[in-house]
């Protein structure tokens, strides 16, 4: 009898032992998407302010035009790329920013044909903004309307709507675009000076109003947010980071915005061709990979957002695995820092640097998809 009643109470504290593990594991994971909800929701928020100093920066500008309002302009709109370039690390699973009503396409879509939009080396006519006839209205309605209808080039919103209108065309080998800033001056250079000021007024707007719908999407209490931390299965969420994780390493950064622009040699192909910000870009969207997987946000007023990370569970989960991340996000960094900038020039001169990046950030995805698959993510 005693015997039998001191197997049961060992079996009743291995199973109690068991069940502790069990809720310490999945303490850790609502930790980790806890922490990375407050990460999306801070780049966001600091994606909106710095496109609400933009807009306040334009429409000075616009009131009053000038060679030195329209270099604040541009700054502000680098700026603007600081924060945002790193939310693309939280897309490819059909979240807020791109599911089927997601505003993705109307906030970063590219390459973009610029005469959709506005006048082009040898045709001083063409865009939207030179045909008050067929357009006679520039709402932000008109140009939701418009974007990607035509073809998937026919941007007429977003960041790079606004970077054409603030730099022109880039013609040059070795800068950016140089649209005077006559070009919004009455009887300036260029026709239908007053139309393009509107356009430019419209599209930043129009920025803000789908920035503003992410951001309030991710706020605690959000209706996302909400729905991400209690209803949606463990497994399944830290899937979708993985998810996040593997697309915008391989399938986008490595692909759509690095090799595809060597491979054509096309500056039209690289992601900001107008104010040859590429480069930044590129490293920006690697810093958005680097603070999903380890948990942390510095904020562009300097605060950090930090906490319970992916790269934690990993090493508690599997050393080898977790290791090998490590080296290819410590790899894939140092590769993207040898592209010299700017980038128009480094896919016809650099070619070699630009591959081995690529090569680079095809192995980080593998790598974080194995890290994925060990920790038990839903893909």
Avoid at 178 to 202: H, V
Avoid at 255 to 269: H, I, L
Avoid at 346 to 365: G, Q
Wanted: aromatic share 10%; hydrophobic share 35%; net charge negative.
């Amino acid at each position: 009898m005693k015997k039998t009643f001191l197997i049961c109470l060992l079996l009743s504290m291995a199973a109690g032992a068991c069940k502790k593990e069990e809720e310490s594991l999945e303490s850790k994971q609502q930790a980790i998407l806890e922490n990375y909800a407050a990460i999306v929701y801070a780049a966001y928020e600091d994606s909106y302010t710095t496109a609400q100093k933009l807009k306040n920066d334009i429409d000075a500008f616009i009131t009053n035009p000038t060679a030195q309002g329209l270099e604040t302009c541009k700054q502000s709109w680098l700026a603007a790329r600081i924060p945002y370039g790193q939310t693309e690390a939280f897309r490819f699973y059909g979240g807020p920013i791109d599911d089927a009503d997601g505003p993705e396409g109307l906030i970063n879509a590219w390459p973009m044909d610029e005469n959709f939009i506005d006048y082009v080396q040898g045709n001083a006519s063409t865009g939207l903004i030179n045909n008050p006839g067929q357009y006679p209205d520039i709402t932000k309605e008109v140009l939701m309307d418009l974007n990607e209808s035509i073809s998937e080039e026919s941007i007429f919103t977003g960041y790079h709507a606004i970077e054409f209108l603030l730099w022109g065309q880039d013609l040059s080998t070795s800068g950016p675009g140089n649209r005077p800033y006559t070009d919004y001056l009455p009887g300036g250079t260029a026709a239908n000076q007053e139309r393009r000021g509107l356009y430019l007024k419209t599209v930043t707007e129009l920025l803000l109003d789908n920035l503003t719908s992410v951001r309030d999407q991710w706020k605690p209490g959000g209706a996302y947010r909400t729905q991400f931390l209690k209803n949606t299965p463990k497994a399944q969420a830290l899937g979708y980071l993985f998810i996040s994780l593997g697309e915008l390493s391989k399938g986008e950064l490595a692909g759509e915005r690095m090799f595809v622009a060597v491979d054509t040699q096309d500056q039209e192909n690289e992601h900001s061709c107008f104010s040859d910000n590429t480069i930044n870009d590129i490293i920006m969207n690697f810093k958005g990979l680097q603070n999903v997987y380890y948990g942390e946000y510095v904020r562009t007023d300097g605060t950090v957002v930090t906490g319970r990370s992916l790269a934690l569970l990993a090493a508690d989960t599997d050393q080898t695995k977790a290791a090998a991340v490590s080296t290819a996000f410590a790899t894939a960094q140092n590769s993207i820092t040898q592209i010299p900038a700017p980038f128009d020039q480094s896919i016809l001169n650099h070619r070699d640097k630009i591959l081995t990046a690529v090569e680079d950030l095809r192995n980080l995805s593998d790598r974080l998809t194995d890290m994925g698959f060990a920790l038990g993510a839903e893909f």
